[in-house]
């Protein structure tokens, strides 16, 4: 029998390989373009998982980066079991916000986040997992760029059984410009900071 402490002491070490991208407070490293995962939800972790070691995510030829994820996913964890602790000890990590908020026009960003994103992603981009959204405080400003993209361009988020991703690519195409794009991000990384 597992008790609850063996549990996570498991899913610290299912984690060990992946530090080398993530980091080791699973912070995210955006020079490796590596996003932060500590205190996501864990059920969208492991549908990321799931997604990615099922080719619905990261199999597309211009998605270089979710392929190199797509492999990961697919080598470093053996099975569903350790899918569901490395994803439930990258939840209990203290949630980490942006260092470096990226600059850009937050009266537009507020108004647009609120008016299109806030509904699914929360008022404070904090998530909401009875949506299946996740958080979106603490991505770095070109992970969010490039997911988006992705959904907007049939990249990410075209499997007929990927609902969320579907959800989420039939939302990247409603926004009018990039520029509003690079407000919104602005936005989402003032969130979770001291005032
Ligand atoms: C070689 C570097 C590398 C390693 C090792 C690696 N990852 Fe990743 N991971 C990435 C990159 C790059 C992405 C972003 C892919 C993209 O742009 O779509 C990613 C994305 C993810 C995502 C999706 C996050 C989201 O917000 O949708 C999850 C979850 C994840 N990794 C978990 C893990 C876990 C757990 C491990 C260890 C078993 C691991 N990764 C090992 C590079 C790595
Ligand atoms: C109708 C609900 C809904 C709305 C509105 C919505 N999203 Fe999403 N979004 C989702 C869901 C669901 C997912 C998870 C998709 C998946 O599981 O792959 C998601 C995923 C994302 C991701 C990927 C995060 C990651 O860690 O990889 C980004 C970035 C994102 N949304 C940004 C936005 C922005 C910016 C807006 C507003 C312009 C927005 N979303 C509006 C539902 C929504």
Not at 19 to 33: D, F, I, P, R, Y
Not at 51 to 77: C, I, P, S
């Amino acid at each position: 029998m597992y008790g609850a402490s063996s549990f996570a002491a498991d899913g610290e070490k299912l984690f060990a390989p992946c530090v080398a991208c993530h980091g080791s407070k699973g912070e995210g490293n955006a020079t490796l373009n590596a996003p932060a995962l500590a205190g996501q939800d864990a059920v969208y972790i492991e549908r990321q998982l799931r997604n990615f070691r099922t080719r619905r995510r990261g199999t597309d030829k211009a998605d270089v980066l979710g392929t190199q994820m797509q492999a990961a996913a697919t080598t470093m964890l053996t099975d569903d079991a350790a899918v569901t602790q490395v994803a439930s000890y990258v939840a209990k990590l203290p949630k980490t916000v942006n260092a470096k908020p990226a600059p850009g026009d937050l009266h537009n960003g507020n108004n647009k986040y609120q008016g299109i994103c806030g509904a699914c992603h929360g008022v404070t981009a904090e998530g909401n997992p009875a949506l299946k959204a996740p958080r979106l405080v603490g991505l770095d400003a070109h992970y969010i760029k490039r997911q988006f993209a992705h959904f907007r361009d049939g990249v990410r988020g075209t499997d007929p059984k990927d609902t969320p991703g579907r959800q989420m690519a039939m939302m990247s195409k409603t926004l009018a410009t990039d520029r509003d794009l690079d407000d919104i991000i602005a936005f989402i990384h003032r969130q979770g900071r001291p005032k």
